[in-house]
């Protein structure tokens, strides 16, 4: 494994150390659309680790399908991921412009479909 990939494993994985803690709070005590974003951005790390393992560059791209797409070049389990509505919380739940809090059940959603990447990438980065 590249020095590189490492790192951004490092960094998604203090993603995913947030999403755990919350879940496993009472639901109004959870920060939900912290959860929501810390899925997303664990996702893309994780992608973007796998990317960086295979020597291809993404740029500053948050969009989980474009990453999905370039993963798919490499190996096409990555098609059979459909996360893209992740992208919605990349940005969005940041800012409280029109935010509305999400429901448990969608930080739940969000938890599982960047556990679903993390699980492929950790399994083609063996």
């Known amino acids: 494994?590249?020095?590189?990939?490492g790192k951004?494993?490092?960094?998604?994985?203090?993603?995913?150390?947030?999403?755990?803690h919350e879940l496993k709070l009472e639901e109004a005590e959870c920060a939900k659309g912290a959860v929501c974003f810390h899925?997303?951005?664990?996702?893309?790390k994780y992608l973007k680790a796998f990317l960086a393992d295979k020597g291809k560059a993404t740029?500053?791209?948050?969009d989980i399908?474009?990453?999905?797409?370039?993963?798919a070049e490499y190996d096409a389990?990555?098609?059979?991921?459909?996360?893209?509505e992740l992208n919605f919380y990349a940005v969005q739940v940041r800012y409280p412009d029109d935010f509305v809090e999400p429901a448990f059940k969608e930080a739940e959603n969000c938890a599982a479909?960047?556990?679903e990447i993390i699980n492929l990438v950790k399994n083609k980065l063996k």
């Open 59 to 62: 740029g500053k791209t948050h």
């Open 1 to 5: 494994m590249k020095d590189i990939t």
């Open 65 to 71: 399908a474009v990453l999905l797409k370039l993963c």
């Open 77 to 84: 389990a990555f098609d059979k991921i459909e996360a893209a």
């Open 113 to 115: 479909k960047a556990k």
């Open 8 to 20: 951004w494993i490092q960094k998604a994985d203090e993603d995913m150390k947030v999403v755990e």
């Open 39 to 44: 899925a997303q951005q664990a996702a893309e």
